[in-house]
């Protein structure tokens, strides 16, 4: 099911959810700053800006004060109350309170006009936070609605995803220039992993999404993507790689579809902080890749206490089962050369100004790589 039209769908349930069209409720002051951080906070599916993010943490904060009073409260606000922990949890990266004002929502809104955006969320809540149950309930709930109908396709695509919520996936492959991507040793950071080959036309033309999808997060350290190519020579997958510019590092090794329950290309999976599946599918649905993957990305923010420094990037490389840190002479031309790759996608993405000011970058940064040199050739193509 594409993503356009369940976000179509869920456009309206989220209006409601926002209850936009009430008047700020009687009851006090709680009350009414609940009423009030609702308001301010994306639904579930929608985008996320910092400042919302921001104000997503602040939202944490008080669903858990408030929620200490809940019996206190009618059942309209406790309705509230569960949107603000499904929403204020989902800014903020926090699955754990995303899933707990899902379930208050879910209960509160049963038989209401909420009730498929409550089994919606708590869907994704309990698969954000890894409790099969909770995403079980609200697929349920979702597939007792018309055969048909596209909330139930999608839900019978999550099923196995919600399963397995709980089981963190582990997975070894050797990149180029002697690199291992380690899903063991890359705890912490939301790992993006696309599936390839050579002959594979499809993948080929999901490559141009992929590409400005990568480059849209391939400066975030809390984010690493990587490919693996199903051909059986790895000539055949670096013969592609060059020929296509593809940006991110890419390992040969069929037998691992078997890990993705033997999907095939062209095929994603969105690995969360703590190692789980959050998602997998065909790159075209773009809005449920973007989606799981952002939240990832807060929750891996959150996790790091903050913004994470260039020494911890480097941390995950140091755990057992990673490759041995290269050289400082060679992690300053691969890093030289990652900013070069980058700006080239950049390029390709029609977004000259972000390539322009990485080129420099890497003259300025890393004078003395062969990087340097072709960044100034790149410069002279630019417009």
Known sequence: MRARHLVAILAALAMQAALGQRTRPAGGDLSGRIHDAVRALPSVNAEVT??????????????????????????????????????AGFAAGDAEVMLSGAKLLHREAARSKLEEYSAYALTWAGIFAGDP??????????????????????????????????????LALALPGGRTANLTALRGKVVVIEIGASRCPPWVNALPGLKAFHA????????????????????????????????????VAPVLREKFHGKGAPHVAVISPRGRVLWQGHPVAKGMLAMTTDFARREAGRLAGGPTTASSRAAPATRAGASPPPSPAARTEAEAEAKLNLAETYRKAGMPAKARSLLREVLETYPRTSAAAKAREALKDLP
Request: charge should be neutral; hydrophobic fraction near 40%.
């Open 133 to 170: 149950a909770s995403a079980r309930a609200g697929l349920e709930r979702l597939m007792r609605r018309p055969s048909k109908s596209k909330l139930h396709a999608w839900a019978r695509q999550m099923e196995k995803i919600a399963e397995e919520c709980d089981q963190p996936i582990s």
């Open 216 to 251: 849209a997060r391939a400066e975030d350290p809390d984010f690493f993507m990587f490919g693996i190519s199903l051909d059986e020579r790895a000539a055949d997958a670096r013969r592609t790689v060059a020929e296509h510019d593809v940006p991110w590092p890419v390992g």
């Open 50 to 87: 910092e400042a919302q993010r921001t104000e997503g943490g602040k939202a944490c904060a008080l669903y858990r004060a408030a929620y200490a009073q809940r019996s206190e409260m009618g059942g309209y606000s406790r309705t509230e109350l569960g949107l603000l922990g499904l929403h």
